[in-house]
């Protein structure tokens, strides 16, 4: 939906490249084209902590498909799959031109099957291709088939990304509508937790992937919006929102206000022994009776309460919302 | 930019060509559309997106989808699945023609992605509760328009008419992105097939069910209204002699030539998936 190169130039964004996973230290080396000095990016962040709980080594990487703008012409059968032991401290892998931004992994979280897809957000904007999103539906199809023959097993997504990629606009939507499809397929039957880290946040098409997971955990420092902030500017106006301005941004849409207001089930800090806490919290409450998405007389309510003209502000909306407890 | 975009009818000219004479279903919003009408005995829900110059949120009154708009869509679908829980369950005829979603500040306050998110689940919903789901696009289909107005339907079917638009941002946002002109972004299109904003490309993308030629979209003649309805009718009998799900996308010819990767990284994992 949206293209969305948070806190990067374009020309840098093309020029990406996946230099160094170092899992003990959480981080990825990027190259910037104007400074000879590479810095360092919690890129995989959040996998890499997740893929430590996963007893079973074995992560399944199906890579590529995720090219540059300048490489436009080669969107086509750009991938190629592998298998890859990725035990902690392991490295992935340097490739050149081809990057994953989803990456599968597919093991035991506390004891039981589980399965987490993960977008990987410091790579053009984690924005999602037809590569990198089928791989995020096949797996949701391939779970759902696992729990529907008697074997539940537990899927995580995290959710770090700016939308659909624009250089394989209808493509990448129209996958993203097969991930909405096999999340709301899936989720009868085992609860689906979204995570949202934050660094890029979530936006466009899988922002709408967010609002259908069962329970989703949420960093303060991450966002949540279907419009990022440079688009919402872009297409009303700078009085309409300055994308500049990053407390009103945060007040919106932030995770700690995502969470007062009861788009969020959980926020936590950064950490990943309460993250991973969290996940098995959250899990052990099982299928909800309804989802948030399916609460529609609630929030049909509750937005026919908000005043247009004098619209709230955050804070105000976290009085009148607290915690998704509505009127 | 909004405020020069063209008040488009082409959602109500739909909705009232294929309502026939049947009493719209009080909505409370003049931007949501919504009908129970009787084709050949067969009962099917109609629900359009049009402009409503008085909405009560600013951004949302040029045909957008807003915050009203998806809860609404929501109630008006899931309404159709409670009214049909133990008979025939009616088709869902969702008509596009919708100009995004609502860009604004108190959309991202009040959060419209799970206003979006709520419409998509009520139509997946109806899908999987048996209601054949069918989306005509007739006019604009742009980004979460599309995804929450149209995208989780069984079958997809478009009016071949150069006003018919699918594309996940608008031309001119999109050409300020990639850093081109409108021009250059048209002429990518040409080869780069999912970057295309004509329906005659997107087409070949194998999402279609069917590209309906000979219709006059803005102005359609009786003859062409039967025809569409003939159209959609058939879509509804395909419906029926297929899964339920989504899978008529990647089965078909189109799909195996452009949309090549997508079967190809499912073949992958469904061969590793269980190697682990």
Known sequence: MLFALYGFRSAEVAGLRLEEVNWERDIIMISRPKQRRAQEY????????????????????????????????????????????????????????????????????????????????????????????????????????DCESGKPILPVLLLETGGVRLQEANLGEAVVAEIHAEIIALRRHVPIIGVITGMVGCFGGMSITAGLCSYLVIFPQARLELNGPEVIEQEAGIDELDASDKHLIWSLMGGEQRYETGFADAQIEDDAELLKQTIRDLAARGVPARHRSEKVEEYRRSLADIDAAAPPDGPALRRMWPKGEMP | MSTIMPLSSRGRTWFQALADKAQPVDTGLGSVLVTDATWGGERVRLLAIVPDPRNRFPRARHGELGLDEGWALAHHVRGAIAADRSGAKRTIITIVDVQSQAYGRLEALLGIHLSLAAAVDAYAAARMAGHPVVALIAGIALSGGLLAHGAQAHRLLALDDPGVVVHAMRKQSAARITRRTVEELDELGKTVIPMAYDIRQFAKLGLLHELIAGIDADAPSAAQIAKVKERVAAAIVDIHNNPGDLTSRLNNAEARVNRAASIEVRRRLAEQWNKS
Do not use: C, T, W
């Open chain 1, 42 to 145: 919690p890129l995989y962040k959040a996998l890499a902590k997740l893929s430590f709980a996963i007893s079973n080594k074995l992560v399944h990487v199906v890579r590529g498909g995720d090219e540059a703008l300048g490489r436009i012409h080669r969107v086509r059968h750009l991938f190629e799959g592998q298998r890859l032991a990725l035990p902690p401290g392991g490295r992935v892998p340097s490739r050149r031109r081809q990057q994953p931004v989803a990456l599968l992994a597919h093991g035991q979280l506390a004891g039981k099957p589980a399965v987490i897809m993960a977008i990987e957000g410091a790579f053009q904007g984690g924005g999602m291709g037809e590569v990198s999103a089928s791989k995020i539906a096949g797996a949701l199809a391939l779970a759902r088939r």
